[in-house]
């Protein structure tokens, strides 16, 4: 789980403040952060601590069980914030749900917290400021996604804050694939991709800002259809030949993909357009045959194995991570080792890996053979430890090696600074305070657990 919240060294005494908590995936991440976009006109200043805000937003997750169990803990500590904020003759605190939670238990949010004072959902928070405004009258209103994404990015204001050379940039939304286990079709709705002119449009913005590297985000990136100038569908590999022309944006990543929607030209991309990286975020979810029918893939294990063979055919330096889930009902151990097995052949430098966490409403929750805990729990830490192996083997084989290395910002120490890789791991190098922003050769010296260190050239 990702906990993000954008901050400023300072809030002035005429400035209402804000805190935003951020649970789950990149897609939140965005919409935070544009959240705050749209609330610093109504003179909104961003706070690090919910302490003493006059507004605090919780961004939230319905992936797993835990992700939003973790929301309703938070709601309780806010209460107990809000009172002594009343207390104090501070004024009164406003509680506010967004994101996934918000979308699907929108009414149990209001009956089981009713210190929350909002719930909207990750379609129609572009309405936030006519939402807060509506609330400080009539505490409670509630405000469903509509899914209607192009009116949500119509209204959105043109600037962004960028706080560095990187930056997540939306292209589509929503999911068509209805896996059995997820939520993101009932929470986000259907595929919709964005036209590729307000896309180049914001991307333009961006690059003026001083920023480098995109991250195009998608629940479905990969199946990016928008409109280009001439009214035609465009593909993700097309929009990204466009955005690699705009001055300025030098390095380009997506996520998530899914496995069906890897077309013939997205592949020669990663082979001919230096600026996709040579990282890819492919999730597989199991090497069961058996439990990819039971989760509706649609694709099998061999046909993942083939077509991550013809990507490396195409990028032989490519780095790849996947997303994993141990304990799927009816898995048998037989199953599991397939999955093990699939690593084993495919080889991973990084995964994301979760125990099956039931979602009501999605059909998985209602299937025979659930999994016991204890079990669950024994999967996912083989399973961890073999990809940790194979991270341990990945960056290793890094060391002398020279990346070019994007300087994102200062390390703890004098002269230090810390710079991402192309395959999005932290480096860190003495002596380069100075490159904040540029793209430098390193020579990779030294691996640690969760970073490189290296030395510049």
């Given at each position: 789980m990702n906990a993000h919240s954008p901050s400023k060294p300072e809030i002035g005494p005429d400035l209402k403040k804000l805190h935003i908590k951020t649970?789950?995936?990149?897609?939140?991440?965005?919409d935070s952060e544009r959240m705050?976009?749209?609330?610093?006109?109504?003179?909104?200043?961003?706070?690090?601590?919910?302490?003493g805000?006059?507004?605090?937003?919780?961004?939230?997750?319905?992936?797993?069980?835990?992700?939003?169990?973790?929301?309703?803990?938070?709601?309780?500590?806010?209460?107990?914030?809000?009172?002594?904020?009343?207390?104090?003759?501070?004024?009164?605190?406003?509680?506010?749900?967004?994101?996934?939670?918000?979308?699907?238990?929108?009414q149990e949010i209001m009956n089981r917290a009713p210190a929350v004072d909002l719930v909207v959902g990750p379609q129609a928070y572009?309405?936030?400021?006519?939402?807060?405004a509506r609330t400080t009258r009539?505490?409670?209103?509630?405000?469903?996604?509509?899914?209607?994404?192009?009116?949500?990015?119509?209204?959105?204001?043109?600037?962004?804050?960028?706080?560095?050379?990187?930056?997540f940039l939306t292209v589509q939304e929503g999911c068509d694939k209805f896996c059995t286990f997820?939520?993101?079709?009932?929470?986000?709705?259907?595929?919709?991709?964005r036209p590729v002119a307000a896309i180049l449009d914001e991307a333009r913005r961006l690059a003026d800002k001083g920023v480098r590297e995109l991250t195009l985000l998608g629940q479905n990136v990969n199946a990016y259809n928008g409109a280009d100038a001439s009214g035609a569908d465009s593909t993700l590999a097309k929009l990204m030949y466009a955005l690699a022309e705009i001055p300025g944006i030098d390095r380009l990543r997506y996520t998530t993909s899914h496995p069906n929607d890897m077309g013939d030209d997205l592949i020669e991309a990663h082979r001919d357009l230096p600026a996709v990286m040579p990282y890819l975020h492919l999730p597989v979810q199991s090497g069961s045959d058996k439990i990819l029918r039971a989760m509706n893939r649609k694709h099998g294990r061999q046909s993942y194995i083939d077509l991550i063979a013809n990507i490396r055919e195409a990028r032989p330096d490519?780095?790849?991570?996947?997303?994993?889930?141990?304990?799927?009902?009816?898995e048998t151990d037989k199953d599991f080792e397939d999955t093990m097995d699939l690593i084993r052949q495919v080889r991973y430098a990084a995964s994301f890996s979760f125990k099956y966490s039931p979602r009501p409403g999605t059909p998985a929750a209602a299937m025979p053979g659930q999994v016991s805990d204890e079990v669950m729990d024994a999967r996912l830490q083989a399973l961890q430890s073999l990809i940790l192996e194979q991270q341990h083997d990945f960056k290793s084989a890094l060391v002398g090696k020279t990346l070019d290395v994007l300087f994102e910002k200062p390390g703890r120490r004098d002269g230090q600074a810390i710079g991402r890789s192309p395959y999005l791991q932290s480096v860190f190098v003495e002596n380069a305070a100075h490159l904040l922003g540029q793209i430098v050769p390193v020579r990779i010296e030294a691996v640690g657990p969760n970073s490189l260190q290296g030395a510049l050239i």
């Open positions: 649970y789950g995936c990149q897609m939140n991440v965005y705050l976009d749209l609330l610093r006109p109504l003179g909104y200043e961003v706070s690090d601590r919910p302490e805000a006059d507004l605090v937003l919780l961004n939230t997750c319905h992936i797993r069980e835990k992700a939003a169990e973790k929301v309703y803990s938070e709601i309780g500590r806010l209460k107990e914030l809000r009172e002594e904020k009343i207390a104090a003759g501070e004024g009164r605190m406003t509680i506010a749900v967004a994101g996934c939670v918000a979308q699907a238990e929108g572009h309405q936030l400021p006519e939402l807060i009539a505490k409670g209103e509630r405000l469903a996604a509509d899914f209607a994404p192009d009116a949500k990015f119509d209204a959105l204001p043109n600037e962004r804050e960028v706080s560095g050379p990187t930056a997820c939520v993101v079709p009932y929470t986000r709705g259907a595929e919709w991709s490519l780095a790849l991570s996947g997303d994993f889930i141990v304990g799927f009902p009816g």
